[in-house]
């Protein structure tokens, strides 16, 4: 994942671009990128921020930064923004998505006149170029986003800051938000709509799929309008999306909280002596949970986070994995002679959660009970950065069912999505048995649907039922 912020002023806009795009640290980790305009052209830094917050690593530039209109992204992939000089004029561009056929492309850009790209390390062309050599193949940035968009496999959202204003666009299927805030004499735009309030912005609206915007410090309009088609990637709610922000009109921790509700009435009369997240996401599930069930909501271990605030930081896995079980602190009180059950927002390759389980037992926990906040994830994302996994069978519920049956097709695969199937039964067993966990269950699909409020044909499930709900329009 990635998130985006982009601010128009009639004033200096620096502060605003920086702490706007800091508020997005949650979803990245690679690298930071800021580029502001004033009258002199383009003020651009990039810096990677694997090791270090993204706001310590701009400091030196935001004290000679000026200008009224800027544009900040936290990346996860590419470095970004970046600048263009084509004949559609001078802009900074950054996005958020995948691109599934660069190749295809690439080759489709080289037959239309377009000559070469900047090779990063490893080979890769950077996703953000492709975009604006797809752009530019138009006669105007509008039209040149429409265009990439309907061509590109997968999903991208853009920023591209102009010497007149800031187009946003938001992907074609509208699987990540993008938000516009306002306050006297500015205007921005975010992926994440909780990004702007402590700098006294007001919501004003979502942009909405595949709707193009065209953004000034005296407002905003559409250039080109939304389609009705919209696949939001849950994820964001479950996991991805910061706790204060609101996507379609739904809270991300509001959510967890009617999700833990959900939980808890699948789980009446279990004998368990206290409730816990996995924090810090599934803290969220666990009051929830408590709530509704009465059951004492306690902290057996305590996320120690000075030094290593996010565990998916290093881009090694073991380092990862080691940095996670490093963070969490046992409080043997909260444990020992225990029946403990705790609500992580998911399961993804079960190293993590294995790894809690046991160091509760050996903090002394009689019992550990799990639930998951959505259900096993059964495919890898394709239209966002959604996880390092390089391959499905990372995912444990996968490796699950090859153990269960060897390789299975697409098809037969889908029987294990069937949670009133045998299949379902015996893969969520064989998940528990793997990790040691006293019981297991994950959230049905449809409760997790029902704790956002919104219909599941506005929503992308793909990571779970492998089917993508959205087909663009010509």
Request: hydrophobic share 35%; proline share 4%.
């Given at each position: ?153 997968g999903s991208m959202s853009i920023l591209v800051l102009t010497s007149d204003g800031i187009y946003a666009a ?26 702007f309030i402590n700098l006294d912005y007001e919501f004003h609206r979502e942009i909405g799929p595949a709707e ?6 005296e407002g905003e309009q559409t250039v080109l309008p939304a389609l009705d088609t919209m696949q939001i990637c ?241």
């Amino acid at each position: 994942m990635s998130g985006l912020f982009g601010v128009v002023s009639k004033t200096d806009c620096v502060s605003d671009v920086f702490f706007g795009t800091d508020y997005h640290s949650h979803l990245g980790t690679k690298r930071g990128g800021m580029a502001i305009l004033n009258c002199e052209g383009f003020n651009r830094a990039i810096h990677n921020i694997e090791n270090s917050p993204f706001r310590t690593k701009f400091d030196a530039e935001i004290a000679t930064m000026k200008g009224n209109s800027g544009i900040g992204c936290i990346s996860d992939s590419d470095p970004q923004p970046l600048i263009v000089r084509s004949h559609l004029g001078n802009y900074a561009i950054m996005g958020v998505g995948r691109i599934n056929n660069v190749d295809e492309l690439v080759e489709h850009t080289f037959k239309n006149g377009r000559t070469q790209f900047l090779e990063m390390s490893g080979g890769k062309i950077n996703n953000v170029e492709l975009c604006a050599a797809l752009i530019n193949e138009c006669e105007s940035i509008p039209e040149g986003i429409r265009f990439a968009q309907q061509k590109i496999d997968g999903s991208m959202s853009i920023l591209v800051l102009t010497s007149d204003g800031i187009y946003a666009a938001r992907d074609y299927c509208g699987r990540t938000p993008l938000v516009i805030g306002k306050k006297e004499g500015a205007y921005c735009v975010a992926f994440e709509s909780s990004s702007f309030i402590n700098l006294d912005y007001e919501f004003h609206r979502e942009i909405g799929p595949a709707e193009v915007v065209f953004i000034t410090a005296e407002g905003e309009q559409t250039v080109l309008p939304a389609l009705d088609t919209m696949q939001i990637c849950t994820f964001l709610w479950v996991y991805y999306g910061y706790p204060t922000s609101i996507y379609e009109g739904v809270n991300v921790e509001a959510m967890r909280y009617k999700g833990g509700e959900i939980l808890s009435q699948r789980d009446r009369g279990i004998d368990i002596d206290s409730v816990a997240g996995i924090p810090d996401s599934g803290s969220a599930y666990a009051i929830g949970y408590s709530n509704a069930s009465n059951i004492p909501f306690a902290r057996p271990f305590i996320k120690y986070t000075p030094t290593w605030p996010r565990s998916f930081m290093p881009s090694n896995q073991a380092q990862r994995n080691r940095i996670a079980h490093m963070k969490l602190i046992p409080v043997k009180a909260l444990i020992e002679n225990k029946k403990l059950l705790l609500i992580d927002d998911s399961i993804v390759r079960g190293t993590q959660m294995g790894e809690t389980t046991e160091f509760l037992y050996r903090s002394g926990a009689k019992e550990v009970h799990v639930r998951a906040a959505c259900p096993p994830l059964m495919f890898g994302c394709k239209f966002l950065n959604f996880s390092r996994s390089t391959s499905e069978m990372e995912l444990i519920a996968r490796r699950v069912v090859h153990e269960l049956e060897g390789d299975v097709t697409r098809e037969r695969l889908l029987d294990y999505t069937n949670t009133d199937s045998a299949e379902y039964e015996a893969m969520v067993e064989g998940i528990r048995k793997q990790l040691n966990f006293t019981s297991l269950k994950f959230h049905k699909l449809e409760d997790m649907v029902a704790s956002t409020g919104l219909p599941e044909c506005k929503l992308c499930t793909y990571c779970w039922k492998g089917k993508d709900g959205c087909c663009k329009a010509n």
